[in-house]
């Protein structure tokens, strides 16, 4: 543990300092070493993905015993990799919530008993604002404030961003996340699981304009609602599914692609319109949903007119991953945050 402090406005500066990151909200055990909150070390993720696979989502219990046979072996691969020693971390920061609760609770038990035994402070993250700071890790690094979208297979919430510890909500989902309704469309379409990538893939040979899905409207403008669409591309393809005998169809293709359109067109609404009730000139994306190529395409060519600046994380960054952990954890620990043993999880 030898970092040393400088003064730096309001929080001080901490130089050679290497913070653990622990990741286990939902099915990636995940772990990093951050230094300075913005150089990546090491950044280890083990997926329990294809014990869910057969499922076409995450169950919980097997994400939980699969946390635990992982973590030791995650975190061990993170300091060998990071080529430091463990008495070298100076804070164990980890994900208390939101996500599944024996999940987190794996990855908190582990940091708070690391966190003793090292004799290094310990600090509880949010996983959603750790999704805003993956932008922070590559690239030009977003100046404050800004609108930030999260849209992942658990979340899609909008977010104003004055600092990266005063984060109010400005609209979510009611029913489905995006990443979600990507995963049950694919599981529709017998696609397998994560929906995500195999949708985008598809829809790269599909028409978007051909089928007419819409997402629904709500009352309040900057929340959102992705279960109505879902619903209509199953009964959609409960009345085709002589043509969708086979998963490369040219009918799958086209629903693909236009399911695609419509969610990622909904996103570009909402976030356009957040920036422009909060007067923001940045919107800052994250979560899984963000790896997709089109949406980033886009976001980009919709910016450029609006006179935004649109930042997205580096895409393995857009993954659930222990580098963002990590690298918010430093920030909010020179803000004089720590949590100490009586952790819990939360969110
Ligand atoms: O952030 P993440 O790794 O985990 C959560 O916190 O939920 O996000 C996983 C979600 C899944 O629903 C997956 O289908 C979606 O992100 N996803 C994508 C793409 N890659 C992953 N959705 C659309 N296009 C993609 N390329
Ligand atoms: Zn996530």
Redesign the pocket.
């Known amino acids: 543990m030898g970092y040393s402090k400088a003064a730096e406005g309001d929080s001080p500066l901490l130089t050679d300092m290497y913070v653990l990151g622990i990741e286990t ?4 055990t995940a772990a990093s070493i951050v230094k300075d909150g913005k150089n990546i070390l090491s950044s280890v993720v083990s997926s329990s993905l294809e014990e869910h696979a057969p499922y076409g989502g995450v169950i919980p219990e097997i994400a939980s015993r699969m946390h635990l046979e992982s973590i030791t072996r995650v975190v061990d691969s993170a300091i060998r990799q990071a080529k430091i020693k463990l008495k070298d971390v100076g804070l164990v920061s980890v994900t208390a919530g939101p ?1 599944l609760a024996g999940s987190l609770l794996v990855g908190v038990s582990f940091a708070k008993a690391l966190s003793l035994g090292i004799n290094a402070p310990l600090l509880g993250v949010d ?1 959603l604002s750790s ?1 805003i700071y993956a932008n922070f890790l590559s690239g030009s690094r977003p100046a404050l404030p800004f609108v930030a979208l ?6 899609t919430v909008l977010f104003y961003v004055k600092d990266l510890d005063k984060i109010d909500v400005l609209g979510s989902t009611h029913d489905d ?7 049950k469309v ?1 599981k529709i379409l017998k696609l397998g ?5 195999v ?3 598809l829809a790269k040979r599909g028409d978007p304009e051909k089928l007419k899905f819409k997402c629904s409207n709500t009352d309040r403008p900057l929340d959102f609602s992705f279960s109505g669409i879902k619903t209509a591309v199953m009964y959609f393809a409960k009345k085709n599914s002589s043509r969708l005998r086979s998963p490369g169809s040219k009918l799958t293709r086209d629903i693909a692609a236009s399911f ?1 359109e419509a ?1 990622i067109d909904t996103l570009i609404r909402k976030s356009f319109l957040a920036c422009k009730m909060k007067k923001a000139g940045r919107l800052v994306i ?10 980033r395409e886009k976001f980009f060519a919709q910016a450029g007119d609006k006179g935004i600046d649109v930042y997205f994380p580096e ?1 393995k960054l ?4 222990a580098a963002m952990v990590a690298g918010l954890g430093y920030q909010l620990f020179r803000k004089g945050r720590e949590s100490g043993l009586g952790l819990n999880i939360g969110g």
């Open positions: 909200s939902c099915d990636e996500g996983h999704h999260i849209v992942s297979g658990g979340h996340a995006c990443g979600e309704a990507f995963d694919a699981y994560p929906g995500g990538p949708i985008e893939r695609q969610a994250g979560g899984g949903v963000a790896a997709n190529g089109r949406m895409r857009c993954m659930d991953n």
